[in-house]
């Protein structure tokens, strides 16, 4: 557990609530030096915001962020960064009614067995708010990582049982289409699929997917330190997500080894996989390739069809949850995957810089 | 990442490599007052003994644990646990040409790339007998949390095509399966196919499930310490897992909100879900139904059949992969589940202790 | 080091500048249903506040705490805590003289060396002012060990040459007089010292010393967790402190071990210490006396007198600083040793509740 | 408090009591490649071995190590390396008596209170033989640091009121004195008021203090991570220190800040401190002049004197210690002290290696 903080060397902490003045980050452990507007963060912030569709809640947030330490004339001072994001929505009305229950899917039995009570307004800590400061933090570390010769690019693989076609990839099409797919033909018959069921009072689940490029041979290390076990943490971390597979993921286990096993080969002097079922980690070290994280997201659990459940009085009751809510999570959790990857991995390629002696040596003997 | 240590409160710290003289591992953190022996230990370490059937490694290893420090007079005295296992059955044999080469499938190329060389000799740190030091840790976890009600459980769920029905489960079945399966028809099958695979000269994939019983509601926290992330990177860390599912998993994705939410109902004065999709976790927190995580093993990358790949000169060539080495990974690492499981627990179960100020309160004030 | 995160169950993450928006910190662990509100932080901000008398910087900060996380209907959720205080009183002048040289004594050169840049602005991370997120943290720890019946007390123990007299302490006098002295006449004096110094442009440096009633035994760890080794490590991040005792301190080094063993008696059915040379703490835990740490603390380096320092373009140079500076640092420092204390505290009190396997178990089972 | 584990990239996990069957440590981080022997771990134990002169224990230990994993072919793997040291010279003997009182200046009574009971052969886990697995790791980072041009060097400033010259510093002289005084004039006058002392059946404290040379600026975090801060808790974590100073320590508090700034000066081109009352600490960051630390350590609590406790009846007695005990603990512990500074800088330079972004970049993209 070690407390809710993120990273080792890289170190995030987010703090904020749905319905508090603001949300916000702390990061320790930034590399001085490396040019830092709000706009760099901004940008990722966008893709994460409310109301920019018929498919996404109608709650208008303009979630500005705010820098209020750690950049000096324009760079990182390599001291603890702190980003604030106001809530300037919050609908004042009565909560009453739905502090009185336990929405079902949702956190509010679990927070109140755990502390006794909660902020149960709009889910409080265990809103998808939360994510503000994971996608701030790792605006950043996005950032620090394309100095590296590192891209990390999260899109939406699938929203109910319609995939995107990865032959068709469109880069482009990941911040143009409502649902963050990278494939527009695939995109406009899951935006039907999802009026479909918005229709219906109800809500669906759907598959993302992050794809690294450019990581190195060497990032990770042995036994718990596994860069593939850090990832799991860092996806399955995100609200709602309930399967993380690393490259061909759940196919592995009914493949034989001769199926499974990807050959070494040599292109231009390096070597190369012949293919990369591994998803770009072998022994929790990254090899060289692509890596390639999936995570599966279950359907928002707000839906307003009616439900069963109990209150605090423990009576069963019939409810019927109102408010704004995304009929699906995936395409606004996109860069949310995106951001903890890059958290994940530029935290194990700094720890990654001194695991040689002759490194060691090199940068102080020099 | 944070370095190879896990946990927080009960700490571990493995160490070890195939054939050097011995493996281990110091636990920092057990609470003191719990009777532990030897034998505690050692039927832990027996459930992944090499050498037991025909479907593992013939490789023999009696795998004698030593306690070294931190039980006195039959107790856990609050302070480190050192133990110990000793290797008596490395082969002596020549080395130099799996040195010169990157077994596919492997992290030999991946060590190579991070540190610059490796200890080749069966793996070194990277083998499967790593999971010695989890085992013995994970043993005592296990029976801490037993005092507390807690019971995990691990088992085989499927082999290749092959599942365990689980209308059958017999808890007695998978202690006495070759495959560790709960489902003794399943088991014959299994065996059968594994067997042609072996004739094969390859190995085959599989599923592995772990079920805990009697976690109180309240277990974990909110943000990156959530329960499931806990449990992802655990499970993840075990080597050839290449994904992870809590609860229904995978199947998420593709489902309907009314159709995944679990509606909360009253029990005997309690409340309790009417399904358990979530596997028994909500919002990273335990929700007082089981907990139900599952692990997809890739098949062992060691296969006698020819492959190819690439030697540290640079040059591509065909090998053939000698040496000892179990067709599955999953009959024997099914121990290795459970005691990741219980190490992730009951070090959650113990930072959950100060989470309310009127614990510290009537812990310090009584 | 491990990043610049205090605490491993309570941890926080301070952040700010002396010359950028805001400064503030994140709280980590606070355990749920403490009463909290803003004056409970603002009374402790309060006493570190400068501009009170002639003998701190004429610098004049309301420091005005605003929570903005963590808070729910006036007590803590347990989640993450968000606390931020404005910069208001930053004087726009010509930073560029003191951005070319090293000021003696500061952490300009230091900063530069590291980093390649710093922020020059009143010293950047480096400045006192970086306490506030310290102080508005240790307020709340300060009234959680209230709950608990543990008090935590800071003074003023010396200031250059005059030393408090502890036969006349009195508590009130703490907060009223203008070192922060608990013996009115020793401040009297004290005062007029620092007025001479300030005549002749110079600084002085004083002791601090922290008192700890009502912590039970068996608080701390062995090795390496000793409660003594997590105070001093808190205390010596206080800026310009430059030595640590518990206890009888450095006077140890020259006795007997039959003039410093502390014996033990009985009293009132109690385990009780006849002395307290040991400040409380024995083998690195607790004893259930009462806690005694002192700091001694650097003059504050800037002076207004002629100095000698060298620039970035590597000349030698005379310099006479200006600006609003303290002549001494003690007085306002006091409640940061206090808060850095309670911190350490409450934290080790935290760790302790999972230390022995019955408090899991009735804490479970009951 | 963080548990019981030692550092951030390059962590440690000691472990093992006074009468278990061994003692030993298992370091995580080590970088690999660097040459390493049983011989080089060896020379350290040695220094702090009991039973060399008349002025310590006479118990027998030859503390030979041996090295489990993490090194392969003469070489650091970078994996977990675990070294072990056999107990050899339990004496099997009655401990009843002592089991069952409590003896002042140890932690017999707060680990009873702890725990709720202790290993009380020869003090268990609180013995000063628990330092052994400190020495061993440390002879690793002391290797690691001269590969880095740094140099650490502690000795026994003073026993009793017998302080060492510095002006006739031998560093020969360290190893070769029984006290590990590098002033031999001194270390004659000590020994005779050790004699004295033990014929009086008492023991006596004293000083030691260690000397960094070559550790360049900019190591250290500002905030919690300073290099000082790091010290100050790695110093006080060795048991019966008392104090710890930095640099002039103790002495600026009664100081102006005229006299107390270390002016900064050219040298050859370089900046250089004037005087050094600083220790090479400015603001938590080496300056790049020597490192200084100064522990101040308690008289050995056994003493064969005559002493008043309680036992664990409750009932008020008069004991006398037997067994074998050093009449002063200095002479052996200054190693220790040695490997304590060598663990923190050690990994205060690795964390530094990655707190610039051009480091990253040149790192990854040479």
Same sequence: chains 1, 2, 3, 4.
Avoid at 195 to 218: F, H, N, Q, Y
Wanted: glycine fraction near 10%.
């Amino acid at each position: 557990m070690a407390g809710s903080t993120l990273g080792n060397l890289f170190r995030i902490s987010t703090w904020g609530e749905s319905h508090g003045p603001a949300l916000g980050v702390v990061i320790d452990g930034c590399p001085a030096g490396l040019a830092l507007s709000e706009e760099d963060i901004q940008s990722y912030l966008d893709r994460r915001r409310p109301g920019q569709s018929q498919i996404t809640t109608s709650r208008k947030e303009a979630d500005q962020v705010e820098i209020l330490s750690g950049i000096f004339e324009g760079r990182t001072t390599g001291t603890h960064i702190s980003l604030l994001v106001r809530n300037t929505s919050q609908i004042s009305r009565d909560y009453s009614e739905i502090a009185s229950y336990y929405r079902p899917g949702h956190a509010d039995y679990t927070f109140d067995q755990k502390y006794g009570f909660r902020d149960y307004r709009g889910g409080g800590r265990s809103s998808g708010r939360e994510t503000i400061g994971r996608v701030a933090a790792g605006a950043i570390a996005c950032k620090s990582l394309r100095e590296l010769g590192v891209e990390v690019c999260a899109y939406t693989r699938s929203i109910g049982p319609i995939a995107a076609d990865l032959t068709r990839f469109e880069a482009q099409a990941i911040r143009e289409t409502r649902t963050a797919m990278p494939d527009r033909e695939a995109d406009a018959r899951a935006v039907a699929y999802l009026e479909e069921a918005i229709k219906k009072l109800d809500s669906v689940g759907g598959v993302m997917e992050c794809r690294v490029t450019g990581v190195p041979a060497g990032i990770g290390d042995p036994v718990f330190g596994k860069l593939d076990a850090a990832l799991a943490r860092a996806t399955m971390s995100i609200g709602a997500v309930k399967a993380v597979e690393i490259g061909d993921g759940v196919q592995v286990s009914a493949r034989y080894g001769s199926e499974n096993n990807d050959a070494f080969r040599m292109e231009q002097g390096q070597v190369v996989k012949a293919t990369n079922h591994a998803g770009g980690i072998l022994g929790g070290i990254s090899d060289g390739s692509d890596i390639l994280v999936r995570a599966h997201v279950k359907p928002t659990p707000s839906i307003y069809a009616p439900q069963q459940t109990v209150n605090q009085s423990g009576e069963e009751i019939d409810i019927q949850i109102r408010g704004r809510h995304d009929p699906i999570i995936v395409p606004r959790a996109v860069v949310v995957l995106e951001c903890m990857t890059a958290l994940t991995l530029l935290d194990a390629m700094m720890t990654n810089m001194c695991c040689r002696m002759d490194s060691l040596t090199e940068f102080y003997r020099k």
